[in-house]
């Protein structure tokens, strides 16, 4: 598949060439010059696939030709290593749970399988690659994970100082091998403003081989599609009309949520939850896209001010906005509402959510009054005990850690503090 530059001022690219660069040279994200529709015959025969199949059809023809079947069915294979279970809370609404990954985040999916295109691409490459990342929290550690020893690539990670979690910061701290961790004295756009910089530093650029592991980078960001596949199996039967609310920041993932409505998978609306940070929502209503200053809250993977996909979604709906509000629903909630929301689905429903998932609760109810026909899944993006510090504001009983958590708890810390582009310069270029 070729990929276009929706900035319109770079030529196409390859799957390969597109995940290789992250971004386009004219800084514009990149896009599919074409999307097929699955054929009936697969959503008829849906309940009879693996999780493992389902993947391959839907991401096929994206990275074909260049990467063989046998590879992608051996990368999806890979990728897909954890469970994605639907949990029923009410008649009107599900948590997808997507946190059972090696990091407890979504991002283990994107971060696993662009790992594994990048590596098969590089396997007989002379140069390093340099995967160069920001990240407000989960990203680092799935990316950090996802990368660990792979060969001829190298991974460096930006994270707002004071604004990640503790377990977050162990998962992109104490890992070593080929993987650094910088600390920014700054809020997540500052280390997103870095990377770009870097990304259009040409003195970077002619030295090294850099990409970026955030979700503009296709790889990262395309398999993201599989899970609403995996919800839609194992609902379809019982539901007719099916919502999700997915906890927004950058609006990755939910954007592969509409990848997978162009594929054909029958979602009946999206519904983008977001915390203060509400450009999007704002939008909906007014019409104005405006980028904000990001603002700290307690679901800190949502705070992004100018959410880099969301043009994506604009341009899947031909940047027609009275199509596009048929389609999205956006509604923003504050730090007081998130802990009501931990409170009340575990003392109603007997379930422990962190507080993006939260979020995805209360703009699925928000949703499901007005549209009381459809049955809501949010997405459950992180598991509770990565934000635990929040969840234990509201919820006494002591909450078990998971093996993959107390694990890195005990680790040794190694991180740089950098307050400038220049000294993140120095690092790349050492
Ligand atoms: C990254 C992240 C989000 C936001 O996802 P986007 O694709 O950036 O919109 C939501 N929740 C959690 C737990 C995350 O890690």
């Given amino acids: 598949m070729q990929f276009y530059s929706l900035n319109g001022k770079a030529p196409s690219a390859s799957f390969k060439d597109a995940v290789a660069k992250g971004l386009a040279p004219d800084r514009g994200l990149y896009f599919p010059v074409k999307i097929q529709k699955l054929p009936d015959s697969f959503f008829k025969s849906i309940s009879d696939l693996s999780q493992e199949e389902i993947a391959f059809q839907a991401i096929h023809q994206f990275v074909n030709p260049e990467i063989p079947d046998e590879i992608l069915k051996h990368i999806v294979k890979e990728t897909l290593c954890f469970d994605f279970p639907v949990v029923n809370i009410n008649k009107h609404l599900s948590s997808l749970e997507l946190f059972h990954g ?254 993006h998932g939260a979020i995805g609760y209360l703009a699925a109810k928000t949703y499901q009054k007005n549209n009381p026909s459809t049955h809501t899944v949010f997405l459950e993006t992180a598991h509770p005990t990565k934000f635990l510090d929040v969840v234990k504001k509201v919820i006494k009983d002591k909450i078990e850690l998971p093996e993959q958590i107390k694990e890195v708890m005990n680790k040794d810390k190694k991180m740089t503090s950098i307050s400038s582009y220049k000294q993140l310069k120095t690092i790349l270029l050492s």
């Fill in 102 to 355: 090696p990091t407890m985040a979504f991002k283990d999916v994107g971060a696993r399988f662009m790992s594994r295109c990048l590596g098969y691409f590089n396997q007989n490459q002379s140069k390093d690659t340099t995967v160069l990342v920001a990240t407000s929290g989960d990203t680092g550690g799935a990316v950090a994970h996802g990368f660990l020893g792979v060969k001829g690539i190298k991974v460096v990670i930006l994270y707002p100082k004071g604004k990640v979690s503790e377990v977050q910061e162990q998962q992109l701290t104490t890992l070593g091998q080929n993987i650094t961790a910088l600390e920014v004295d700054g809020v997540f756009d500052d280390c997103q403003d870095m990377v770009k910089q870097a990304f259009l530093d040409q003195t970077i650029t002619d030295h090294i081989q850099i990409t970026s592991a955030n979700s503009i980078n296709v790889a990262r960001w395309l398999p993201q599609m599989f899970y609403f596949f995996f919800a839609y199996q194992q609902l379809y039967k019982k539901h007719n009309n099916i919502a999700f609310s997915v906890p927004s920041g950058n609006f990755g993932n939910i954007c592969a949520g509409f990848m997978a409505q162009q594929l054909g998978l029958p979602i009946h609306h999206l519904i983008a939850a977001n915390n203060r940070n509400k450009v999007v929502t704002d939008y909906l209503k007014t019409q104005r896209y405006e980028p904000q200053q990001t603002i700290p809250t307690y679901s800190n993977a949502m705070d992004v001010g100018n959410p880099s996909n969301f043009i994506r979604i604009q341009e899947i709906f031909k940047n027609q906005f009275h199509e596009l509000k048929t389609q999205l629903s956006s509604y923003s909630f504050s730090d007081k509402d998130t802990l009501k929301a931990i409170d009340e689905l575990y003392h109603n429903y007997h379930y422990t959510v962190d507080p």
